[in-house]
């Protein structure tokens, strides 16, 4: 139990240690970057999150012992470096979304040519297995790659619109995968190892970010969140469909909200107040409420995605995302109602 309890321990103590520091002196020297129209949070709050967040986490699986540094491990710290270092310029100097999603689709070719692949999908429906080794399979799993972290990454980067919410929901998600990975038909446990150095480096980083935040995970954080969880879920497994449900709800309201600005043929990458936290707080709920919330809504999903095998993950995927956008919809519509007797 030491060789995951340390981990989590020395993780969380370190990010909440460099989040006192970063706070000392990012004060002195006015690190603040630009206010952005995606996010609510107070302006002058420090965007220093993300940058802790990913060197704690690359810090400490470098001195972790128990952990051999595989070629796709390597990938994923330098991969999330560089996107960190991205989400930094986006923080200070807005890039242009054309540029933003170039560098998440090279981010998400450059993990797949390092190694990190999917070379087999489960049909959670009947459990037939497809194999992408070979031949047009492996077009199909750079494919599948690309797809799923960029979804990831802007699902992550959408939801962090309100203190707390991008960090917690990430806690959920990593602690699930953490689980997972112990279970004895996947049994991977160095994969549970960075799956809980991520959660205590999340957990660290929400202290400080829940209403009222002291500090923000700014672009760079929120990347690195949603680059993680989507890497973690390839490792462990190719257990993509787990991660599906278990991030429902940011992944639902991404997709909900690119359908409307579709619809209403607006640029999809233009901030808008369409997001299901944004809708709660017209309807007067608060950011602690919205974020409680989400977060328990997120723990029973990730309790259904553990114990799939009682209803199958086809059916479970399919009734989750049904449930979600049924409750988008539901609130999309009050909001609506109530801004128009306004």
């Known amino acids: 139990m030491n060789k995951f309890l340390m981990p989590f321990i020395i993780s969380f103590l370190a990010t909440i240690f460099f989040s006192f520091a970063g706070i000392y002196f990012g004060k002195k020297i006015k690190w603040r970057g630009r206010n952005s129209l995606r996010h609510i949070h107070r302006k002058g709050v420090l965007r220093i999150g993300g940058i802790i967040m990913v060197l704690v986490f690359n810090g400490t699986i470098l001195l972790n012992n128990d952990l051999v540094i595989t070629p796709g491990l390597l990938g994923m ?142 672009t760079s954080g929120s990347m690195f969140m949603g680059f993680s969880l989507a890497v973690l879920a390839i490792f462990a497994g190719t257990k993509i469909a787990t991660a599906l449900l278990v991030m429902a709800v940011p992944i639902a309201d991404f997709l909900w909200v690119l359908f409307e600005r579709i619809k209403k043929k607006k640029s999809i990458f233009q901030p808008d107040k369409n997001h299901l936290h944004y809708r709660l707080l017209a309807l007067g709920w608060s950011q602690k409420k919205i974020a409680v919330f989400l977060y328990a809504i997120t723990l029973i999903l990730a309790v259904i995605s553990l114990n799939t095998k009682f209803i199958g993950k086809g059916v479970a995927i399919s009734a989750s995302f049904l449930i979600v956008i049924l409750f988008l919809a539901f609130v999309s519509q009050k909001s609506k109602k109530l801004d128009a007797e306004l």
């Open 77 to 218: 710290m330098i991969v999330s470096i560089l996107l960190m270092l991205v989400g930094i310029w986006d923080d200070f100097q807005e890039m242009f979304w054309q540029a933003q999603l170039l560098c998440q689709v090279s981010a998400a070719v450059l993990v797949f040519i390092i190694g990190i692949r999917v070379y087999f999908v489960t049909n959670p429906f009947t459990g037939g297995i497809i194999h992408l080794n070979a031949g047009v399979g492996v077009i199909f799993s750079m494919l599948l790659v690309i797809i799923w972290i960029t979804l990831m990454i802007n699902s992550m980067n959408w939801l962090d619109g309100i203190d707390g919410l991008s960090g917690g929901v990430t806690f959920i998600g990593v602690l699930t995968i953490f689980a997972l990975s112990l279970k004895p038909e996947v049994n991977q446990p160095p994969m549970a190892i960075i799956a809980i150095i991520l959660a205590g480096t999340a957990l660290g980083f929400l202290i400080f970010n829940f209403n009222p935040s002291k500090i923000l995970a700014g």
